[in-house]
C-alpha cells in the first residue's frame, strides 16, 4: 500500500527538509516502510547521512501543495525518539530508522523500521476537494514527466470535486499549484 505523507529528513547541520512523498508499507506491517526518493533528491541524501526520518500523517493539504510550490517553512516540533522534526499540524507521526538500501540508479528503496508512533489527533477523513488536492500535487511533481496535455486533462477533472467541497485552506493550496502549472507553461 501507497501513503501519502510528508517525509521530514535532516541534513548534517540539523537543517530540516520537508518533503511530501508516497511511502511504502508492506502488506501486514505496521513498523516497516519503503521510502523512494527519485535522485537527485534532498530527501535521498539526508536520509542516507542521517539515516533516520520522520513520516508524518497530515490532513492539511496545504502542506503538500507548499512544498511543491516553494513553501517549505512549516512550524515543527523536535522528534521524541530520534534527531529529526515533526510537523505542528500532523496527526500522527512515525520516527523510523533506516535498515537496509537497495540501490538503483534512479530510485533507490530504502527500508525504513519505525521506532517510535504518536497520534496527535484523530484522522477525520479527506473531503473531496482535499482529494483533488492531493493528486493535483501529485500531477504538478510529475510535470516534465507527464505530457501537460494529459495532466491538463486530470486537473480538469478534478476541479469538480474541489469547486463542490473546498473551503479556504484547500482553495489556497489550489491556488499555489494552478500558478506552478502557468510557470511550467511560461517557462515550457
Not at 541524501?45 to 517553512?73: M, Q, W
Amino acid at each position: 500500500m501507497i501513503q501519502e505523507t510528508i517525509v521530514i529528513t535532516q541534513n548534517r547541520f540539523g537543517l530540516a527538509h520537508i518533503a511530501p512523498m508516497g511511502i511504502y508499507t508492506p502488506s501486514g506491517s505496521q513498523d516497516d516502510f519503503i521510502i523512494l526518493p527519485f535522485r537527485p533528491s534532498t530527501t535521498l541524501n539526508n536520509l542516507l547521512a542521517s539515516k533516520t526520518a520522520v513520516i508524518n500523517y497530515c490532513d492539511d493539504v496545504r502542506v503538500f501543495a507548499g512544498c511543491l510550490t516553494g513553501r517549505r517553512d512549516w512550524p515543527l516540533t523536535p522528534a521524541e525518539k530520534i534527531n529529526g522534526q515533526v510537523l505542528d499540524c500532523a496527526l500522527a507521526h512515525t520516527e523510523v530508522e533506516l535498515v537496509r538500501i537497495e540501490d538503483d540508479e534512479t530510485r533507490p528503496k530504502l527500508f525504513c523500521k519505525a521506532v517510535h508512533n504518536v497520534n496527535h489527533a484523530p484522522f477525520k477523513g479527506f473531503n473531496r476537494a482535499q482529494y483533488s488536492v492531493l493528486e493535483a500535487a501529485i500531477l504538478i511533481s510529475r510535470l516534465g514527466r507527464i505530457p501537460l496535455e494529459k495532466i491538463q486533462a486530470e486537473i480538469d477533472y478534478l476541479r469538480i470535486g474541489l469547486e463542490k467541497t473546498a473551503g479556504d485552506r484547500e482553495l489556497e493550496a489550489w491556488s499555489w499549484l494552478m500558478a506552478a502549472i502557468e510557470n511550467f507553461e511560461e517557462d515550457a
